[in-house]
């Protein structure tokens, strides 16, 4: 109609007459309906006006300053930036370079829905996969998890292993224990050569003199490298046993938190490569319990789960404000004085950005050193 309209205007009565015949026939108008559409002039266009309330956080303005930070936060949801960024602002003034009173205003101001949305066309997404072998040796002895655990105290352990293996599990390879804190999120990661029941004990009990409590529980899937009797006599054989439990056959569920871990603190940091080469199990050692520790643990906000409620047939997931594993290991009482002052003056003396660099230069020496085994 925009087409024959323009034609109408300057055309000629006979023509006219075959321009309001189109009218009729192609586009189904009544005839005085089709002349009167064809003689309307168009109406003038107004200024544009805009509603709503006005852009207070810029995309322009803002993002070139927090894309920085939130990938030196391993890309941190909005909800734990809002947490982490009172310390990592200034961190990166003092690493970086000194960004302008207003950006820095408006980014300690910001909700974490705000930056959610000023980061979304950054995002994408992941995959993965699981390696899970079956343990059924003690499987009838070690219980699954229940009412046992003290969930409100620090010192039960979630534990699982992740295969650094490039898509294929022949041969040997580096795995990866991670072990996190229910009540603190409190992690830790240990690379070790194979998955062999030997190795998986020395990682664990490295993993226990580097926690800040006392180890109360054990929490692990049935994969064979934890149910074993190298494991289950080192837990039980002690003044204070601790308890050993596992998750249900399939049910990754049971164990969320570290399942969650595995992706965040391991897949993000080591990829999904294959490291089949002995000799980089100590230089990812000495990075997990030094720099990269430290930046996960004094550094990391987390959410963590507070309650739930039901309304209806509708269940809401309320989340406690995100702190770092550190905040929560300050507050807990399982933990000494003299240790909490440790951690204190261990975090003051640190900064995250010189951390991520730390992490970024061993990481690429780990990669050569994968690679020449290639």
Sequence with gaps: MEQLRRRYKTAGAEHKRKLLDQAVQLLGYHRKAAIRSLRRRPAARGPWIITGRP?????????PWLKPIWAATDYACGRRLVAMLPEWIPAYEQYEKRMPGEVREKLLRASGRTLDRLLEPL??????????????????????????????????????????????VA?????????????????????????????????????????PFSLLGLDSDNGGEFLNYHVLNWLQKRPRPVFMTRSRPYKKDDNAHVEQKNWTHIRQCFGYERHDNPEVVEPMNVLVKGAYGQLLNYFHASLKLDHKERTGGKLRRIYGPAQTPLARVLASAEVTEATKERLRREKARLNPFALKATVARSLKAIAGMRRSRD
């Design 55 to 63: 852009v207070s956080y810029e995309p322009d303005q803002l993002v």
């Design 123 to 168: 995002r994408g997404p992941e995959t993965g996969r699981s390696l899970t072998r079956p343990g059924t040796l003690l499987r009838h002895q070690i219980p699954i998890r229940g009412s046992v655990w003290e969930e409100g105290k620090a010192g039960w352990l979630e534990v699982d292993t992740v295969a650094l293996c490039g898509g294929s």
């Design 171 to 211: 041969g040997e390879f580096v795995w990866m224990v991670d072990g996190v804190d229910y009540a603190t999120t409190w992690v830790e990661v240990r690379p070790m050569w194979g998955r062999g029941q030997a190795g998986t004990l020395v990682a664990l009990k490295d993993v226990e003199a580097s926690l």
